[in-house]
């Protein structure tokens, strides 16, 4: 019901008692998450901050100028895990390595990534399940490299979201920055509590989109995509890009499979 997740994220009573109340057991928030049928990553414990205020967002030429410099490098990545497949959005961040969310190939034993340039089976070679990133080798891949930002963006910086919303083709969405801040929230599998740096982001973020990049005006990535809010379908939320460069970094050149952890029951 995520409709109803919604309107009790933006209560001002239900956040008045959360403020005085104690904070709730382990099993509360385990069963919170039962009732939550939105499937979405635990971005926050408890409820997440109400969006920072609008911010302007380019229109469609603009937000296409701007993510044109990515569509080669943005690739749709699948993966056949305990009998179904999932699918997102993956970027190449090094010559044969792509980018993506662990949450994406969590359980995945075939993985492929697919694009302009044709399709292509995937190697994990790092699985983060605490920050949500993986690395993939893809043999064979030839396409741009996207560099990601040395610093995070600022609010009001104009943005593009590339990916593949819900498994279909390649879409380019408006988007623009709202904030940059720290967040703790939980793993993918919500077992234990993960501290993040994430980027805000005015957007229409669907299912599909995580893994995708979020294309800046200077030709840079600001951040990965890897959920969207419970409180404002306009929202989504990026992981930091130096958080992501930090991370990967060490698996780049690195050719042996790594596993990818359980599947991800919703």
Do not use: W
């Not at 599909?208 to 939320?237: I, K």
């Amino acid at each position: 019901m995520p409709r109803l997740a919604e309107a009790a994220q933006t209560s001002t009573v239900v956040r008045t008692l959360n403020a005085t109340l104690p904070p709730p057991t382990d099993f509360a928030v385990a069963l919170g998450r039962l009732l939550d049928a939105s499937g979405l990553v635990d971005v926050f414990i408890g409820f997440e901050p109400l969006p920072a205020p609008a911010v302007e967002r380019p229109d469609d030429p603009a937000a296409r100028a701007i993510a044109a410099v990515a569509e080669a490098s943005t690739l749709k990545v699948a993966a056949g895990a305990c009998g179904l497949e999932s699918s997102g959005t993956g970027f190449v961040v090094a010559p044969g390595y792509v980018v993506t969310n662990a949450h994406v190939i969590a359980g995945g034993r075939a993985i492929r990534v697919s694009g302009s340039g044709g399709r292509f089976d995937a190697v994990p070679v790092l699985f983060d399940a605490d920050l949500d990133v993986a690395l993939l080798h893809v043999p064979g891949l030839e396409a741009p490299v996207l560099r990601l930002a040395a610093v995070e963006p600022e609010r009001g910086t104009l943005a593009a979201v590339l990916g593949y919303p819900n498994g279909g083709p390649l879409r380019i969405v408006p988007a623009a920055v709202a904030d940059a801040y720290p967040a703790t929230g939980r793993d993918i599998y919500a077992s234990k509590r993960v501290p993040r740096e994430i980027v805000e982001v005015r957007a229409e973020i669907e299912r599909g989109n995580s893994g995708g990049p979020l294309m800046l005006a200077d030709g840079t990535v600001g951040g990965v995509v890897f959920a969207e809010a419970r409180t404002d379908d306009e929202v989504g939320y990026a992981l930091s890009p130096t958080s992501v460069a930090e991370r990967i970094r060490p698996a780049v050149g690195r050719t042996s499979p790594v596993s990818t952890g359980a599947c991800l029951q919703s």
